[in-house]
């Protein structure tokens, strides 16, 4: 599928396998992009997941986008995903997804997933443009404690 641009436009990414080394610029990259970011924790946490995968697009020795998926048998979940802020509107965002759902289309898996806030315009934008569509479900909650200022 398109992204709308040519490749020639597109800043030229390396996409691979995120490794420890990485993490203070996922980190930073992370804390620029979410109100409510991952810690080092979480990232670690949810990576010994056997089924948790990281990627990361290296630009010139720097890391400028990465994101994290869960890998069920027919269906990827998106878990986190993000392209330093001085970086966005390049392409990297679609790289990224475009190099996970061509290794997914090769092993068979039919799905990729994720949740966004209603708010996150920019988001819901780029996944629209990647050709994603809306589903139905509808997310119920309740809060416990009075949330904080980030969410909603
Ligand atoms: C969402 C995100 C990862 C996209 O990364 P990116 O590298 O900027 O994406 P791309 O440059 O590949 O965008 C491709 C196309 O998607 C659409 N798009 C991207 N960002 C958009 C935005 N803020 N508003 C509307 N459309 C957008 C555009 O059509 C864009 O093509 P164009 O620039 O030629 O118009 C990035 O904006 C980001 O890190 N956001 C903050 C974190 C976040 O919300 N992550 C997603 C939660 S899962």
Redesign the pocket.
Known sequence: MS???SEKEQLRVHIRWMIRRDMPEVLQTEQQ??GFAWTEEDFLRCLRQRNCIGMVAEHDHRII?FMIYELHKSKLR?L????IPD?????????MIRHAEAWLCALGVRKVQ?L?RES????A??YD??GYERSSVIVMQRWLLPPHSSEN
């Open positions: 992204t709308g641009r992009s979410f986008g998106v986190n995903f993000a392209t970086m966005r509107r390049q392409g990297v965002g679609a790289q994720l966004i996150n315009i920019g988001a934008g780029f443009r990647q």
